[in-house]
T-cell receptor
């Protein structure tokens, strides 16, 4: 099975940097995804990691360490619109490529 | 054009009723999913179909029955609705079975309220 942990809530200030951590345990790791979900909306894809290291996409970066079962999402130059829930999802090749989601981290950006 | 569309967007019904939610994707994806997101925002997978074949069936009450008439459609029928079924149900699709950076594309969600 899979066990995915993220902090429940985080608060940060506009213009700052915030790091959202995700730890996981899985028997057949085949990729880690970060999704963003604004209140009342569908999750949307942010980033994907399958090899160790950092993936950068504009203000957002995601890091993966497979040996540690650890990832983080880094958001720079925070904007008010970044207030949302951030979901870490792990794909498992032993179960038809199923993606299991963490419980999400609700980020509140304050002025 | 909406990539993954679900109907209805809102559904309010009484306990014991039977209801269906429909999902269609125009992305040409092979795999479709149903996820349930409860009031605590936990997003849990329920079912997955690949080319009309059921490939993932989580521990879901058998009151829930998915049906995929073709690879572009995945419907969810729920019998004898219970209060605990109240949630937002998201349909999603993905190209292939999940390799590489193939991501999930979600529909807008169907909010079910059971009274």
């Amino acid at each position: 099975g899979q066990n995915i942990d993220q902090p429940t809530e985080m608060t940060a200030t506009e213009g700052a940097i915030v790091q959202i951590n995700c730890t996981y345990q899985t028997s057949g790791f085949n990729g880690l995804f970060w999704y963003q979900q604004h209140a009342g909306e569908a999750p949307t894809f942010l980033s994907y990691n399958v090899l160790d290291g950092l993936e950068e996409k504009g203000r957002f970066s995601s890091f993966l360490s497979r040996s540690k079962g650890y990832s983080y999402l880094l958001l720079k130059e925070l904007q008010m619109k970044d207030s949302a829930s951030y979901l870490c999802a792990v794909r498992d090749y032993t179960n038809a490529g199923k993606s299991t989601f963490g419980d999400g981290t609700t980020l509140t950006v304050k002025p | 054009d909406t990539a993954v569309s679900q109907t209805p967007k809102y559904l309010v019904t009484q306990m014991g009723n039977d209801k269906s939610i429909k999902c269609e994707q125009n992305l040409g994806h092979d795999t479709m999913y149903w996820y349930k997101q409860d009031s605590k925002k936990f997003l849990k997978i329920m079912f997955s179909y690949n080319n009309k074949e059921l490939i993932i069936n989580e521990t879901v009450p058998n009151r829930f029955s998915p049906k995929s008439p073709d690879k572009a459609h995945l419907n969810l029928h729920i019998n004898s609705l219970e209060l605990g079924d109240s949630a937002v149900y998201f349909c999603a699709s993905r190209e292939g079975l999940g390799s590489g950076a193939n991501v999930l594309t979600f529909g807008a969600g169907s909010r079910l309220t059971v009274l």
